[in-house]
């Protein structure tokens, strides 16, 4: 007899992505819903979409979704959950979302010891608007207004923000991760699903930082986005657990 | 007075950023939250935080409310435009002062145009009520918390310094359990046993957008039908009304009774609702009165709805302090005295 091992998850509406071929998102979004679905949390989460190319993601997930305003989501989040402590909030946002008008709302999210999760999708460039400079942006890396590439000495450098969410005491878990390989996405779901349990665990505040590929704005194929993101993107963060408080106090 | 009113309406969560002349108001409703089990008060990093944690909040299903002046409510103002599109109820307190820019923190009321025009970006409309006394403040916020919710709209309430120094013996409302509110059946609370549920703004479909703004005009609509309302006094035989709200009101209602005392035949129209504006009741009252004269603690705002209600049908007139100044009766006594001659009124 056939066995299916392949499918559409559970809590993943039958709807066509509009994400670029050869984007992480489309990734990123899968690997969610396969852990709200193991997790067996369907029924109790709570999603939070970004304003970028991740704004559709309420069309995506078969959950509850509550928009936010750019950059807002940590600030939205803290209030579902603060209402409904019991139910399973996280934030999805890009990195100008988080890195840039968002970084209050975050790090003072993160250093409350909110008991959110957010997914932060790095991929170097505002996507939506059509590849200008984020602040995730490496040195020397083109975008749209930056001529010539990040110039550190005119455009700044690009921005640690889960390395400063880990100084902020009330967060737990942050890991960067990538979903450029099968060995990376395996790495990034687990990193989820530990973020995740964190929550349900009533921890504090978790975070995975996943670098993934634009292949549109960085104007590559998929394949040399994916090898793109190993070769620089790494260099500039690297992929590694930034803090694990979890161990341990994980049931 | 708010904070208090506030928590007996059921209101469970409120975040807030500390900023004069309302400081007073958050840090009551700390205390209030802290006593209560299912209470919830943030002091959020900034206004804008504040605010978005409103969203959240309110996309979960509790009444929620902020409070801010000035500069603080002009932060808030991204958040507002989301409540208001995505169909949200939240209550904010503005307790006005000095303006634009930082000014200073006396009592004024500069922000009625960002109050009753929308204040934030798109197609929109703000509840505003504007409260004159302690009372009546405990009642608004009480109110300001149903229309919310009957409207799943953002709903002010408009004060200043004044009313928030105000020292008076009050009589609260009985307190509400939130828990015996009608269950609201849009929130974000898990898709449990129901298809999952989005609140969002974003409809990129030009049609769909337009469609939206016109549900929320008719619902504006709704809103000025159903809650329109103005307070008057001793209008009856006035041959000029004084047309204020909030402490102007206050102000005006001493300098009325000075100039009765005068034997000047003159009234207050206060408007309660200052969005909706209470057109139809000054419309009604210029069928005998030909002279307005609109006093407010800035330099001409409200005097914009007295002129637009109105449309040329009686004379209108106005005397402002803005700034942070407050009139004292004696001095709105004098300009009535004046104005009241000047357009021989007081000749039969
Ligand atoms: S622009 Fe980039 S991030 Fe946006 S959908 Fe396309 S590939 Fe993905």
């Known amino acids: 007899m056939a066995k299916k091992v392949f499918q559409r998850p559970k809590y993943l509406k039958k709807a066509v992505f509009h994400y670029c071929p050869g984007c992480g998102h489309s990734i990123i979004h899968r690997l ?81 010891g909110e008991n959110i999760t957010t997914i932060f999708v790095n991929n170097g460039v505002y996507g939506m608007t059509g590849g200008q400079m984020a602040p995730t942006t490496l040195a020397g890396q083109n975008s749209t207004t930056t001529p010539g590439g990040r110039d550190v000495k005119r455009d700044g450098f690009p921005l640690d923000l889960s390395e400063m969410l880990a100084i902020a005491r009330g967060s737990v878990y942050i890991e960067r991760t990538a979903v450029n390989s099968p ?50 993107m790494v260099k500039t963060f690297p992929l590694k657990v930034i803090k694990d408080e979890v161990e341990g106090a994980i049931s | 007075m708010i904070g208090e009113a506030a928590v007996r309406a059921g209101c469970r969560f409120y975040a807030g950023y500390p900023i004069t002349p309302q400081n007073e108001l958050a840090e009551y409703t700390a205390s209030a939250m802290a006593r209560l089990e299912d209470g919830t008060f943030i002091q959020a990093e900034s ?48 307790t006005m002062r000095g303006g634009p820019g930082l000014g200073n923190i006396a009592p004024a009321q500069g922000d009625y145009f960002q109050a009753t025009r929308g204040g934030g970006h798109g197609d929109y409309r703000t509840i505003v009520l504007a409260p004159a006394s302690g009372q009546e403040l405990a009642g608004l916020t009480r109110k300001a918390f149903e229309y919310a919710d009957e409207y799943k709209t953002p709903v002010f309430i408009l004060g200043d310094g004044m009313m928030g120094q105000m020292m008076e013996p009050v009589e609260f409302p009985e307190p509400i359990d939130p828990r015996s509110l009608p269950p609201k059946p849009w929130i974000l609370d898990g898709a449990k046993g129901r298809p999952s549920r989005i609140i969002k703004s974003l409809l990129l479909d030009t049609s769909v957008e337009e469609d939206h703004n016109w549900k929320l005009t008719r619902k504006y609509e709704r809103i000025t039908r159903e809650i329109a309302r103005a307070d008057t006094y001793m209008t009856t035989d006035a041959r000029l009304v004084v ?17 009765r005392e005068l034997g000047l035949k003159v009234g207050l129209f206060r408007p309660v609702t200052l969005w909706p504006f209470p057109k139809r009741a000054l419309v009604e009252m210029s069928r005998q009165v030909k002279d307005f004269l609109v006093f407010e603690m800035s330099t001409g705002q ?47």
């Not at chain 1, 549109?216 to 993101?229: F, G, I, R, Y």
């Not at chain 2, 979960?60 to 208001?84: D, N, Y």
């Open chain 2, 243 to 259: 047309t204020a709200y909030g402490t102007a009101a206050r102000i005006a209602k001493g300098a009325i009774k000075r100039a």
């Open chain 2, 47 to 94: 206004e804008i935080a504040a605010i978005n944690m409103l969203i959240g909040a309110s996309m979960a299903g509790a009444r929620v409310m902020t409070s801010s002046s000035g500069p603080g409510i002009s932060l808030k103002q991204e958040g507002i435009s989301f409540l208001a599109a995505m169909e949200l109820p939240a209550v904010i307190v503005n």
């Open chain 1, 183 to 232: 060995k990376n996405i395996m790495r990034t779901k687990r990193a989820i699903t530990k973020a995740f349990k964190a929550q349900m665990d009533g921890l504090g505040f978790s975070l995975v930082e996943i670098l993934s590929p634009c292949p549109t704005n960085w104007k590559l194929s998929s394949v040399d986005a994916c090898k793109w993101v190993e070769e620089s």
């Open chain 1, 32 to 112: 969610i819903a396969e852990i709200i679905e193991e997790l067996d949390i369907g029924e109790k989460v709570i999603g939070v979409p970004p304003a970028g190319c991740a704004v559709l993601a309420y069309d995506y997930f078969d959950v509850d979704m509550g928009e936010s305003p750019h950059g807002r989501g940590a600030a939205v989040a803290t209030g579902i959950k603060r209402i409904l402590p019991d139910r399973i909030v996280f934030s999805y946002q890009g990195d100008g979302d988080i890195a840039a008008i968002g970084t209050a709302e975050t790090i003072h999210a993160a250093n409350r």
């Open chain 2, 302 to 348: 409200m005097l914009e709805d007295v002129k637009l209600s109105l449309e040329g049908r009686s004379n209108v007139h106005f005397y402002g302090r803005p700034g942070g100044i407050i009139s004292t009766p004696d001095e709105i006594a004098k300009v009535i005295n004046t104005l009241y001659h000047r357009q021989h009124l007081n000749e039969d």
